[in-house]
């Protein structure tokens, strides 16, 4: 087999940070070739000097056996390499068709029907489904990823390199994805699939070269080497996959949510009469797909939307119409869904994102004048703890950390406010093997302490390996609440779709 792509002997240095450190890649026309490394082991880098975005600073790029230079993503595009971003870069008002033709005009004549045209057939071909008319806002995260993928086929890639693409779809989107890649592959495309989730891996791609800390570790071929072989690889020691925790001993009701009924953006009830406790010494998993509700009942839980009735109970005092700060003075954390726009100001130093929630406070500050010194030990020290990677340490932007490094420090700040109750909400997206496996531990150390723990995940492994017990959620409603040991992903997916559990029995 010819290779389509040879990077050789890559070096990438930036401020502090060797990114990639002597890393070569090859690549074979037609397979699907993952990328597998921990959060910060410089996967992103490496791809990003294949698409221009950055420059390396000494080795060599090939493209079907000739040298090249990339200077910039047109340069790329032109080489027949597209590249879909982990962070969607799409205009929300515009439709799927104008998003696909930006930057790709051709005359002054805007020729949007034959545009509309081409890109209906290529979504026929490649079974993406996508109506070239929807505007973006309008369609799912999954579709937009769609829209993002037609852009690249639109600009005739050849070579398509996905950013960790998994990070925000459902597990049926997942499926679709996966199937959309071997699609790719048999119309003779080529797959780079940067990814840490060894079970995609395992799916769809061919080989898999290994990443550690900016060092090239080895290059397997996936079909003959177990999950947990690779995830060793990537860590460095063996990863335990399933977290070892003691029975629960529960106390009183923590968080007590009753008869709560919220509305969505759109004034439609998302929450309708959910009554749910969570008690001190537990984990209560919500599962549910996506888009049932579970946001809109978080935010409510949070203070980030009013509730239209109900009641939210902290520690058995009503906090329904309390202030953010409030709530969080009353004990409550929050690992957030989106990391981007509610965990972190991205334009602000990791060290001051640290101390968002308590900054002024002591010790953190006194008469309003912030004590530096103390914030900057405490940064640290989250930072150590949770092995988040930055080019600059905690004065690097928020902004400039990797997706991976950005949810360790968000998990790390919440957890080093030792909250009566944390709300963790998809905690571990986008993390690696290692980095799940200490997150994992954590939320359990946590509820050990006689701390209550409300885990909103759509990976149904995870709510069963963490989980006490498991609240169902669909169509905003709650189905059930089961015991984890007492139940099997089988029942609770019929719950997800909207079955009870006597319903399922008969």
């Known amino acids: 087999m010819s290779h389509v792509i040879e990077m050789l002997h890559i070096r990438k240095e930036f401020p502090g940070i060797?990114?990639?450190?002597?890393?070569?890649?090859?690549?074979?026309?037609?397979?699907?070739?993952?990328?597998?490394?921990?959060?910060?082991?410089?996967?992103?880098?490496?791809?990003?000097?294949?698409?221009?975005?950055?420059?390396?600073?000494?080795?060599?790029?090939?493209?079907?056996?000739?040298?090249?230079?990339?200077?910039s993503p047109n340069d790329a595009t032109d080489l027949g390499i597209g590249m879909v971003h982990?962070?969607?870069?799409?205009?929300?008002?515009?439709?799927?068709?104008?998003?696909?033709?930006?930057?790709?005009?051709?005359?002054?004549?805007?020729?949007?029907?034959?545009?509309?045209?081409?890109?209906?057939?290529?979504?026929e071909q490649y079974g993406l489904s996508i109506n070239p008319d929807s505007v973006i806002e309008s369609i799912t995260v999954g579709m937009q990823q769609?829209?993002?993928?037609?852009?690249?086929?639109?600009?005739?890639?050849?070579?398509?390199?996905?950013?960790?693409?998994?990070?925000?779809?459902?597990?049926?989107?997942?499926?679709?994805?996966?199937?959309?890649?071997?699609?790719?592959?048999?119309?003779?495309?080529?797959?780079?699939?940067?990814?840490?989730?060894?079970?995609?891996?395992k799916a769809v791609a061919d080989r898999c070269t290994i990443i550690r800390r900016g060092k090239m570790v080895g290059v397997v071929d996936v079909a003959s080497t177990s999950q947990a072989k690779m995830a060793a690889m990537m860590v460095g020691r063996p990863v335990n996959f399933k977290v070892a925790k003691q029975d629960m001993q529960a106390g009183k009701p923590v968080l007590e949510v009753q008869s709560l009924r919220v509305l969505n953006n759109k004034k439609v009830p998302a929450v309708k009469d959910f009554t749910l406790a969570v008690r001190a010494g537990e984990i209560v998993g919500i599962a549910g797909v996506d888009g049932?509700?579970?946001?809109?009942?978080?935010?409510?839980?949070?203070?980030?939307?009013?509730?239209?009735?109900?009641?939210?109970?902290?520690?058995?005092?009503?906090?329904?119409?309390?202030?953010?700060?409030?709530?969080?003075?009353?004990?409550?954390?929050?690992?957030?869904?989106?990391?981007?726009?509610?965990?972190?100001?991205?334009?602000?130093?990791?060290?001051?994102?640290?101390?968002?929630?308590?900054?002024?406070?002591?010790?953190?500050?006194?008469?309003?004048?912030?004590?530096?010194?103390?914030?900057?030990?405490?940064?640290?020290d989250i930072c150590d703890a949770f092995d988040v990677r930055s080019g600059e340490g905690i004065l690097s932007l928020a902004?400039?950390?990797?997706?991976?490094?950005?949810?360790?420090?968000?998990?790390?700040?919440?957890?080093?406010?030792?909250?009566?109750?944390i709300i963790a909400v998809q905690p571990t997206r986008g993390l690696?093997?290692?980095?799940?496996?200490?997150?994992?531990?954590?939320?359990?150390?946590?509820?050990?302490?006689?701390k209550a723990v409300l885990l909103v995940s759509f990976e149904l492994d995870e709510i069963f390996n963490l989980s006490d017990r498991i609240a169902v959620m669909n169509s905003g409603e709650l189905i059930d609440v089961v015991e984890t040991k007492k139940t099997n992903e089988e029942e609770v997916g019929l719950m997800m779709a909207g079955v009870k559990t006597k319903e399922a029995a008969r």
């Not at 962070?87 to 104008?98: A, K, Y």
């Not at 950013?163 to 592959?185: F, G, H, K, S, Y």
């Open 399 to 421: 902004g400039k950390l990797s997706g991976g490094n950005q949810q360790k420090a968000i998990v790390g700040r919440e957890m080093a406010l030792e909250p009566d109750l």
């Open 432 to 450: 690696d093997v290692g980095a799940i496996e200490y997150i994992h531990k954590r939320l359990v150390e946590h509820r050990d302490k006689g």
């Open 292 to 380: 049932n509700g579970q946001s809109e009942l978080v935010e409510a839980i949070t203070g980030l939307r009013p509730a239209v009735s109900g009641a939210v109970l902290l520690n058995g005092k009503a906090i329904t119409h309390a202030s953010i700060r409030e709530r969080n003075e009353a004990g409550i954390g929050h690992i957030p869904e989106d990391r981007q726009k509610r965990g972190l100001v991205m334009s602000a130093p990791l060290g001051s994102n640290m101390v968002i929630k308590e900054y002024y406070r002591p010790p953190f500050s006194k008469n309003g004048i912030l004590k530096q010194p103390v914030i900057d030990k405490h940064a640290q």
């Open 146 to 201: 769609r829209v993002e993928i037609l852009k690249m086929l639109y600009r005739d890639a050849e070579i398509l390199i996905f950013d960790e693409p998994t990070a925000v779809l459902t597990p049926q989107e997942i499926d679709e994805l996966m199937q959309i890649m071997r699609n790719m592959v048999k119309e003779g495309k080529s797959v780079i699939l940067i990814t840490h989730k060894l079970d995609e891996i």
């Open 86 to 123: 982990q962070h969607f870069q799409l205009v929300q008002t515009f439709t799927v068709t104008e998003n696909i033709i930006l930057g790709k005009e051709g005359s002054f004549v805007l020729d949007r029907k034959s545009a509309a045209k081409r890109i209906k057939a290529l979504s």
């Open 18 to 71: 060797v990114a990639n450190d002597d890393i070569t890649l090859q690549v074979e026309k037609g397979e699907i070739h993952a990328i597998l490394g921990e959060n910060g082991a410089g996967k992103s880098t490496l791809m990003s000097i294949l698409f221009g975005l950055y420059h390396a600073d000494r080795g060599v790029i090939k493209v079907r056996g000739e040298e090249v230079r990339i200077n």
